[in-house]
């Protein structure tokens, strides 16, 4: 059943019953994408926030001098989205693609608006998941301006050894905001 764990991570922040539940996932599109896949590109309508059944995907944003600067991966059992223009019904600025091969389980805009009114507990659900990922990146802002690029990747290790053995060390880089080179020199130094 595709829906297993998510029910699992809904869960955890609110109760539904079986009806509840059905009317949920009927709401739901179940996605297989393969390896780089782009399932948004910038400057598309953003019209689903994404739950991550298995695999990873990676969002980040096109710089102007060319480059990529992650913003964020999520794993199995997390939600990713171009925030911003996915409440706001704007074009993306993000792109998201398939780390690797990835099962997703998609909810459009409109859909969640109606889950809103039907199963008014999706708003605390969702309030939670927003307020968390405020949080979280917060947290990495106040690292960015405050911490080494070698402390930054410690607790990048630290919090994420299973994304840090399946993406490469580029995405890691841009993630943390310094060059594949810098962190190759960073991760010298680690061994040492």
Known sequence: MPYELLLQNVSKHISLDEAEKDY???????????????ILKEGQLCRHINFVNTGILRAYYNCKDGKESTIMFAVEDWWITDMYCFINHKPAMLQIEAVENSNILQLQKSDLDKLY???????????????????????RIIQ???????ERYNIFLEK????????????????????PEFLSMVRANKKK
């Open 24 to 38: 949920f996932t009927s709401l739901l599109k179940e996605r297989q994408v393969t390896k780089k896949e782009l």
């Open 160 to 179: 994420y050894p299973h994304v840090a053995k399946q993406v490469t060390l580029k995405q890691i880089a841009s993630y943390l905001g310094i060059t």
């Open 117 to 139: 009114m039907k199963v008014p507990r999706f708003e605390r659900f969702f309030r939670i998941i927003m307020q968390n990922a405020y949080i979280r990146e917060q947290l």
């Open 144 to 150: 960015n301006l405050s911490l080494t690029a070698e």
